[in-house]
Nanobody, 124 residues
Framework: QVQLVESGGGLVQAGGSLRLSCAASGRIFSNYAMGWFRQAPGKEREFVAT????????YYDDSVKGRFTIFADNAKNTVFLQMNSLKPEDTAVYYC?????????????????WGQGTQVTVSS
């Protein structure tokens, strides 16, 4: 079993920055892919970014490309999402997820484990 715990959400003004963390524990393997998703009120969950534990296979949704950076710290089993130049439309609950197959796809159905989510609110 894999446990994922997100942290780092909060309230920030437009143009500001936040860093989200996802601490992984349990039977997590180096071939897993990790992803960040988000869900705004009344909307479906959407893909944000993905990475594998070696730091490769990085992919971003176009809406965050150039503003968000995903990176991993293997020693701490933690994946981060650095979010800069935040916009009100980035407001959502952000979820960390693990893909045991290691594909790191954009589809949420391909991920096997999920964290509880952390709220990010960007004020205008």
């Amino acid at each position: 079993q894999v446990q994922l715990v997100e942290s780092g959400g909060g309230l920030v003004q437009a143009g500001g920055s936040l860093r989200l963390s996802c601490a992984a524990s349990g039977r997590i393997f180096s071939n897993y892919a990790m992803g960040w998703f988000r869900q705004a009120p009344g909307k479906e969950r959407e893909f944000v970014a993905t990475i594998n534990w070696s730091g490769g296979n990085i992919y971003y949704d176009d809406s965050v490309k150039g503003r968000f950076t995903i990176f991993a710290d293997n020693a701490k089993n933690t994946v981060f999402l650095q979010m800069n130049s935040l916009k009100p439309e980035d407001t959502a609950v952000y979820y960390c997820a693990a893909d045991a197959a290691g594909w790191g796809s954009v589809g949420s159905d391909n991920y096997d484990y999920w964290g509880q989510g952390t709220q990010v609110t960007v004020s205008s």
